[in-house]
DNA sequence: TGGAATGTTGGAAC
DNA sequence: CGTTCCAACATTCC
């Protein structure tokens, strides 16, 4: 799950805040959760923080979690249950663990591509030790870009037209800003069509065959240090060289 | 229908 | 001690 849809499910939780939790199930390693006062949620990039009165849970849901509200899934045993009288709210295949108010405090939300403090200034500075690196590691670092996924990076490149190793640095004059923008703009508007239903359908280049640009060949190659696949056409997005 | 994939962590290896 | 690599986890989709 990528950024923006966390903050569909902090939209969709936001009817329990200040409810109180009549039942739960939680795992042995946390707190029992039944009797506090659900304060409200937030993300910060593909982190879910919840906050009780008396506890903070931070839940990931990796590549696979997943939650519903009042249709729990058949035959599947959620993580973690939230009971507010007669509604459910039900967990799958995260993970959840207890953190501080202090480790709140230190999430920078600068850099949080779908938070009002995102700053596009603090990005450009924390890119500015990475111009050896490629830019489809750089993307995918949470640190500066803060809930952007691999479909997200691979729409974001090809709509730029950029090749995924292109390095970082053979991005000359405004064309860095431009990048950094772009991901700031399609986190909305993936969160848009993500809301709407229609997110497939608006992908150009992830799990496509052919460029919907030029009809190429797309290729899928795992790039970078990271490994993680990118879906790109070698015809559109030629490497960049790292110099003038 | 087997394999790949919206992701991260922790530990081994070097 | 830093880095790099890999397994582990777990579920949906094509």
């Known amino acids: 799950?990528?950024?923006?849809?966390l903050v569909i499910s902090v939209e969709e939780l936001s009817r329990f805040f200040r409810k109180k939790v009549t039942e739960s199930t939680t795992p042995d390693s946390l707190k029992g959760l039944t009797g506090r006062t659900f304060k409200g949620a937030r993300s910060w990039g593909k982190h879910l923080i919840l906050e009780f009165t008396g506890c903070i849970l931070r839940i990931h849901f990796l590549m696979f979690g997943s939650?519903?509200?009042?249709?729990?899934?058949?035959?599947?045993?959620?993580?973690?249950?939230?009971?507010?009288?007669?509604?459910?709210?039900?967990?799958y295949s995260c993970a959840i663990k207890e953190i501080t108010a202090e480790l709140v405090e230190s999430y920078d939300f600068r850099t949080d591509l779908m938070s009002d403090a995102w700053e596009e200034k603090r990005v450009l500075t924390l890119l500015k030790p990475k111009?050896?690196?490629?830019?489809?590691?750089?993307?995918?670092?949470?640190?500066?870009?803060?809930?952007?996924?691999?479909?997200?990076?691979?729409e974001i490149l090809f709509r730029r037209r950029l090749h995924p190793e292109t390095v970082l640095g053979a991005l000359r004059?405004?064309?860095?800003?431009?990048?950094?923008?772009?991901?700031?703009?399609?986190?909305?508007?993936?969160?848009?069509?993500?809301?709407?239903n229609v997110l497939k359908r608006n992908w150009?280049?992830?799990?496509?065959?052919?460029?919907?640009?030029?009809?190429?060949?797309?290729?899928?190659?795992?790039?970078?240090?990271?490994?993680?696949?990118?879906?790109?056409?070698?015809?559109?997005q030629k490497k960049r060289l790292n110099q003038e």
């Not at 249709?71 to 509604?87: H, M, V």
């Not at 150009?204 to 790109?232: E, Y």
């Open 67 to 91: 939650y519903r509200i009042n249709q729990p899934r058949e035959n599947r045993i959620p993580k973690l249950e939230l009971g507010f009288k007669a509604d459910r709210v039900y967990f």
């Open 173 to 196: 004059g405004p064309e860095q800003k431009r990048l950094v923008r772009d991901c700031r703009k399609y986190s909305f508007q993936f969160y848009e069509w993500k809301k709407a």
């Open 1 to 5: 799950m990528e950024g923006p849809s």
């Open 131 to 154: 111009q050896e690196k490629l830019v489809c590691d750089v993307l995918m670092d949470q640190e500066i870009f803060s809930g952007l996924g691999n479909i997200m990076k691979n």
């Open 204 to 236: 150009l280049i992830m799990r496509k065959k052919a460029c919907p640009a030029c009809g190429g060949k797309v290729v899928k190659k795992p790039t970078g240090v990271l490994k993680r696949l990118s879906h790109f056409c070698p015809k559109c």
